[in-house]
């Protein structure tokens, strides 16, 4: 049994910050992508941003230059940490990872509300 649990929402005014963070546990074999979703009311689940076992990052273009994405391989941990937030940024946050086995998992996700 595998577990993804989000921690780090929270309501914070525009052009505050916040940080997600995203641990896994249980049976895990070699962890290959984490990723954080976001899905907004109404709208489609959206990737924010991504990272590969070696570091290599990857991120929407609605974010960059104000998000960073980190794990911690050793820990199984993912970091999301965001700056400059916008109200538009409001959203639930999602962790994803999948294995080098192929399995994907999902946690629960962390409400993260920006508005004035």
């Known amino acids: 049994q595998v577990r993804l649990v989000e921690s780090g929402g929270d309501l914070v005014q525009p052009g505050g910050s916040l940080r997600l963070s995203c641990a896994a546990s249980?049976?895990?074999?070699?962890?290959?992508?984490m990723r954080w979703y976001r899905q907004a009311p109404g709208k489609q689940r959206e990737l924010v941003a991504s990272?590969?076992?070696?570091?290599?990052?990857h991120y929407a273009d609605s974010v960059k230059g104000r998000v960073t994405i980190s794990r911690d391989n050793a820990k199984n941990t993912a970091t999301l940490q965001m700056n400059s937030l916008k109200p538009e940024d409001t959203a639930v946050y999602y962790c994803?990872?999948?294995?080098?086995?192929?399995?994907?998992?999902w946690g629960q996700g962390t409400q993260v509300t920006v508005t004035a």
């Open positions: 249980g049976s895990i074999s070699s962890i290959n992508v």
């Open positions: 990272i590969t076992s070696g570091g290599y990052t």
């Open positions: 994803n990872l999948d294995t080098l086995r192929g399995s994907a998992y």
